[in-house]
C-alpha cells in the first residue's frame, strides 16, 4: 500500500512564501514523476507543477516565476516553494505520484491535500 502525505499548507498573507512537502511511502518500487495539483473552489482541479525522477520540471503559467518544485529521490518526497503568493491561489493542493510497486505498469496515487489560504 502507497501512502502519499502533504504538509506545510496554511494561511498567509499576500506575497508571503510557504513551502509544501509531500512524502511517500510505502512498497514502492519506482518513482517515475510526482506532482502538485490544486483545486480551488468551484474549480477544476489543475496542474502546478511537476518533476521527474531525472529532475526535469514543469510549471503551470500561472505560476512559473512564482513557485518552485524540487525532490529528494532517496526520501520519495516532493517540495513545492510557493512564493510572492496571490489571493488567487488560494486552494487545496494535492500531491500526486506516478509510480509502481513493483515490476507492473505505473499507477496515480494521490494525498488528502493541504490547504493554502492567501489573504489579500
Known amino acids: 500500500q502507497v501512502q502519499l502525505v502533504e504538509s506545510g499548507g496554511g494561511l498567509v498573507q499576500a506575497g508571503g512564501s510557504l513551502r509544501l512537502s509531500c512524502a511517500a511511502s510505502g512498497s514502492i518500487f519506482s518513482i517515475n514523476a510526482m506532482n502538485w495539483y490544486r483545486q480551488a473552489p468551484g474549480k477544476q482541479r489543475e496542474l502546478v507543477a511537476g518533476?521527474?525522477?531525472?529532475?526535469?520540471?514543469n510549471y503551470a503559467d500561472s505560476v512559473k516565476g512564482r513557485f518552485i518544485i524540487s525532490g529528494d529521490n532517496a526520501k520519495n518526497t516532493v517540495y513545492l516553494q510557493m512564493n510572492s503568493l496571490k489571493p488567487e491561489d488560494t486552494a487545496v493542493y494535492y500531491c500526486?505520484?506516478?509510480?509502481?510497486?513493483?515490476?507492473?505498469?505505473?499507477?496515480?496515487?494521490w494525498g488528502k491535500g493541504t490547504l493554502v489560504t492567501v489573504s489579500s
Open positions: 518533476i521527474t525522477s531525472g529532475g526535469t520540471t
Open positions: 500526486n505520484a506516478d509510480l509502481n510497486t513493483g515490476p507492473f505498469p505505473t499507477m496515480d496515487y
